[in-house]
């Protein structure tokens, strides 16, 4: 008799245990159920991009991109979508500039600060780097995609709510006028740079 006692409780031990082993794997089902991952894995649709993401997420850019992507060398572009470019974009997509300006040359960052401010001579500031290819932020590059639209340099080949997409034109008698016009034109940053979140930040 002094022997079954102990037995009795080990059997509890083990039927309390095996119960907690059942409760656990049940919560790591129900975690994995309603993830982004295992939702495909339990039979419903995954989630929207829209729904994953920031609403200041241009995804449906990149998705544009994918299957379109931009001529060879660098692309124009906020750096504050570079990141998001170079890992949900085409491959070999090159920004002009990232959230990484504390490595770009000083230069570089001041002709990226006047094309983004939409200044005098921004085309000319893109023809020193041979961009061939161009990203705007509507709202955050008003001044910018305002002369992107009236520019014969440049055609947009895709626009969405948030973007615009513009690739060079071939060079015409007319834009090759403009060119010449645009580099007579010093490039330093408008009053517009001080309202752009890439100018403010270096200031700091």
Known sequence: ????????????????TFNYTLIGLLLVWIVFALSPIGRPVVGDEPRQPQLLYDNDTPHELTAYLRENPTPAGLTFCPQWWGDWLVWDGPEGLRP?????LHLAPRQVWRDYQAVSAGVSGWTNALDRYNTKAMIVDKDKQATLARSARRSSAWEIVHEDEMALVLVRREPTVATASESAA?????????????ADPAAAESSN
Do not use: K
């Not at 008799?1 to 309390?16: K, T």
């Not at 002009?96 to 990484?100: A, H």
């Open 96 to 100: 002009f500039m990232t959230t990484n």
């Open 182 to 194: 645009d580099a007579a034109e010093p490039t330093e940053p408008s009053d517009d740079a001080a």
């Open 1 to 16: 008799e002094l022997d079954e006692a102990p037995q009795e409780q080990f059997g509890m031990r083990r039927g309390r």
